[in-house]
């Protein structure tokens, strides 16, 4: 099968190497400078027809030319990805409603550094079938329906080898945080949880406020945010004193609908912007005064597996004042991925901008900062939740 771990021909390996070289020194349209002793284009293409029409024994240049691709591609960040036809063809098959119910994120091995990519998981929804095996985020997966997940090259091949339709068994090898040693274990597919929001009215300090626990960002996420806080004000007889925005282990989703949560909060100016390359803006996202509650007082909570979309509602709030920020630096995920259908069927997952705050602040890489730092346990314990009590704290003053 196409996804299957390629082990490939030394050749192919050693093209693929030279070429995610080449990849990170990128070269310019032109030449390289006589003295710079960087590969240029004309050069690596020479390089390139002289070993397909040299080499002692004939080449099939095709799968020699994919992996190499697949091996710039990946090389490039995490999110971008060369995937064929045919595998195309395989994901879609695969692709039958079935999941897993949590988030991975594959580190890939590094050019040069003998360490081999490796599998974390990322995110687990509740009542999905990972958390019914007891996976948590931080635990690792070592092998997935017995393939060894350290020579996987991007964050495609380890998710098209987790789907599958409802019913469907996925064999797992892992090692738990909490294990000494590595377990196997089955995960039976079940359709994508639908239990993304958690609110309900918590007491502080003699008033009530709303804890709204957002788990990922899904298609009609904002208006089961909207819809919980109109039932949590009714009950709270005379409407709630402050709102408390969970966006804990939330790995993001889709960012549309986090744009629309935002906009339920702010009544002017932009909310999140993208900049391609040479910086230039491609779109903004701004806010519209219909329907905005510019004055309920507001806390993100957030911990650093906090990614994307959820990067993307907190930072918004932020720079417009609208929300103070508790917890920990988030995880700086913010680019911006086109998908490329080309000629031949395959298929190019490639980055195109990076999201931008409000204030023009970056976000891949660097995260959104807390204004209120707090420590935060890893996953979800027994005992006093001590980042919701920090963030009732910093609202009881306000409210």
């Known amino acids: 099968m196409a996804l299957m771990i390629r082990r490939g021909s030394g050749l192919a390996f050693a093209l693929g190497a030279l070429c995610m070289w080449a990849a990170q020194s990128w070269w310019p349209p032109g030449e390289a400078d006589a003295g710079s002793h960087k590969l240029s284009r004309s050069g690596f293409d020479a390089a390139l027809r002289t070993v397909l029409e040299r080499y002692v024994d004939p080449i099939d240049a095709s799968p020699v030319l994919t992996d190499s691709l697949k091996r710039i591609v990946s090389g490039l960040d995490t999110y971008s990805h060369f995937l064929t036809a045919d ?3 395989e994901i879609r098959q695969r692709s039958r409603g079935g999941s ?32 019914r095996a007891g996976l948590r985020p931080g635990d690792q997966i070592l092998k997935i329906r017995g393939q060894d997940v350290s020579f996987l090259l991007s964050q495609a091949e380890a998710a098209a080898l987790l789907l599958g339709a409802d019913g469907d068994t996925v064999e797992l090898t892992v090692q738990r945080r909490s294990d000494p040693a590595p377990a196997a274990l089955s995960l039976v597919l079940a359709g994508v949880p639908q239990n993304l929001v958690d609110a309900r009215l918590v007491e502080h300090a003699g008033r009530k406020f709303a804890h709204v626990r957002i788990r990922a960002f899904r298609a009609g996420t904002a208006d089961l945010v909207k819809r919980s806080l109109k039932e949590l004000n009714r009950a709270a007889g005379s409407g709630v004193a402050g709102v408390v925005l969970d966006l804990r ?7 549309p609908e986090a744009v629309m949560i935002a906009d339920m909060f702010v009544a002017e100016g932009v909310l999140v912007r993208t900049r391609g390359r040479g910086g230039h803006i491609l779109r903004e996202e701004r806010a519209h005064p219909a329907g905005s509650d ?39 995920k913010g680019t911006v991925q086109d998908v490329i259908g080309l000629h031949d069927g395959s298929l190019l997952t490639l980055t195109i901008a990076r999201y931008f705050s409000p204030k023009d602040r970056l976000i891949d890489g660097n995260g959104v900062e807390p204004d209120v730092r707090v420590a935060l346990p890893a996953g979800e314990l027994s ?17």
């Open 87 to 89: 595998e195309r063809t």
């Open 100 to 131: 897993t119910g949590m988030e991975t994120l594959l580190h890939r091995a590094e050019p040069g550094v003998r360490k081999p990519a490796w599998l974390e998981i990322d995110a687990v929804l509740p009542g999905s079938p990972a958390e």
């Open 249 to 255: 282990g939330n790995p993001g989703g889709d960012v």
């Open 294 to 332: 510019s004055t309920l007082p507001l806390v993100v909570l957030q911990d650093r597996r906090s990614a994307s979309a959820s990067e993307l509602l907190a930072v918004a709030l932020q720079d417009h004042g609208r929300a103070r920020v508790v917890g920990e630096r988030s995880f700086g």
């Open 383 to 399: 005992g006093p939740d001590l980042g919701l009590q920090a963030a009732l704290g910093e609202l009881a003053p306000a409210a």
